[in-house]
């Protein structure tokens, strides 16, 4: 599902049936680096929440979390996701016109400008 439509936030268990979430958030990110991932698990040591945190996770609740706090990592999230989002179109069109710019400058260089 993530390959075929952007999401905004991901909540994610550390442990779940086919697939540990740890392994999952590898996968994640490589789909989709700018996706925000919550992660919840019952399980909870520092090793676990660190190793969520190195993979990529953006924040790490225990279960079951209050429902207010949930919900108020998702709003946060979700804006981040937003802000890299947009920090990733405005770093691609920078690539783009900095590309063309120095095209043209080879061509002007080379006196095959066509202006």
């Known amino acids: 599902m993530i390959a075929k439509e952007e999401y905004a936030v991901i909540i994610l268990d550390i442990r779940m049936p086919e697939m540990d979430g740890i392994k999952a958030l590898e996968k994640i990110r490589e789909l989709d680096p700018e996706v925000a991932v919550v992660m919840l698990t019952g399980y909870g040591t520092l090793a676990t929440a660190q190793q969520a945190m190195i993979g990529g996770a953006n924040q790490y609740l225990r279960k079951p979390p209050d429902i207010e706090?949930?919900?108020?990592?998702?709003?946060?999230?979700?804006?981040?996701?937003?802000?890299?989002?947009?920090?990733?179109?405005?770093n691609c069109q920078a690539k783009?016109?900095?590309?063309q710019l120095k095209h043209e400058m080879s061509e002007v260089e080379t006196g095959v400008w066509q202006g």
């Open 69 to 90: 706090e949930l919900l108020e990592a998702v709003r946060q999230q979700a804006k981040g996701t937003l802000v890299r989002r947009q920090e990733e179109s405005a």
């Open 96 to 99: 783009s016109m900095l590309e």
